[in-house]
T-cell receptor
C-alpha cells in the first residue's frame, strides 16, 4: 500500500500579514501561467493569470509576479485571511495548439488566527 | 451557469467492479480534461478532449481506464476492473479554445471521490 504521502510545502502566516507563495516552472517555452486555489473537499478554483509579456498583474488582494529569466512565479496575498487557507497550485502552458496546463505540486497555506 | 458538473460526488465500490464517472462540461467549452488527485502523486492529467476528440491519453494509467466523449455536453471515465490503488479524487475540467488574449482558464468540477475496497 501507500507508504509515503506527497509532502506539500507549507506556509504558515499570521492573519493580517501578507503571504508570498513561490513556484518554479520547468518549461522555458511556457508563456501563460495561472494560479489556482484548492480548498478542502473542492476542485481547484482560478485566482489570477498572467501572460509572459507581463511581469506583474494585480487582482483583488492578489498579485502575481513573473520572472522569466529564472523561471519563477510568485503569488502575493495581501492581508491574509482565514478563508485564504488552502492549497495553491501554479500552472504553466505553452500558448497555442492543443497543449494542456501543467500543474505544479502545490503549496499549503495555513492562516493562523 | 452551473459550472462543470460531476457525478457521483462519492463512490465506494469493491475491487473488481466497474466504475463509471460522469462529467458535464460548461456549455460552449471546446476542451474537456480528466484529472486524478492523490496524496502520492498530486494532480495528474489523465486525458483530454478537443471538440469531443481525444487529443492526448498518455496520462491514462493502464488499459483498465477508458474515457469517452460522445457529445459536447457529456464525458465518462470508466475503470474496469477497479483496484484499491485507483482510490483518488477524480476531477473533470473544461475550457474554451484560446481567445485572442490567450486566456486559458480551466474550470474544474467538484470532483468524484472514489474509494475502492
Amino acid at each position: 500500500g501507500e507508504s509515503v504521502g506527497l509532502h506539500l510545502p507549507t506556509l504558515s502566516v499570521q492573519e493580517g500579514d501578507n503571504s508570498i507563495i513561490n513556484c518554479a516552472y520547468s518549461n522555458s517555452a511556457s508563456d501563460y501561467f495561472i494560479w489556482y486555489k484548492q480548498e478542502s473537499g473542492k476542485g481547484p478554483q482560478f485566482i489570477i493569470d498572467i501572460r509572459s509579456n507581463m511581469d506583474k498583474r494585480q487582482g483583488q488582494r492578489v498579485t502575481v509576479l513573473l520572472n522569466k529569466t529564472v523561471k519563477h512565479l510568485s503569488l502575493q496575498i495581501a492581508a491574509t485571511q482565514p478563508g485564504d487557507s488552502a492549497v495553491y497550485f501554479c500552472a504553466e502552458k505553452v500558448r497555442g495548439g492543443n497543449t494542456p496546463l501543467v500543474f505544479g505540486k502545490g503549496t499549503r497555506l495555513s492562516v493562523i488566527a | 451557469d452551473a459550472g462543470v458538473i460531476q457525478s457521483p460526488r462519492h463512490e465506494v465500490t469493491e475491487m473488481g467492479q466497474e466504475v463509471t464517472l460522469r462529467c458535464k462540461p460548461i456549455s460552449g467549452h471546446d476542451y474537456l480534461f480528466w484529472y486524478r488527485q492523490t496524496m502520492m502523486r498530486g494532480l495528474e492529467l489523465l486525458i483530454y478532449f478537443n471538440n469531443n476528440v481525444p487529443i492526448d491519453d498518455s496520462g491514462m494509467p493502464e488499459d483498465r481506464f477508458s474515457a469517452k466523449m460522445p457529445n459536447a455536453s457529456f464525458s465518462t471515465l470508466k475503470i474496469q476492473p477497479s483496484e484499491p490503488r485507483d482510490s483518488a479524487v477524480y476531477f473533470c475540467a473544461s475550457r474554451t479554445a484560446e481567445d485572442r488574449f490567450a486566456h486559458n482558464e480551466q474550470f474544474f468540477g467538484p470532483g468524484t471521490r472514489l474509494t475502492v475496497l
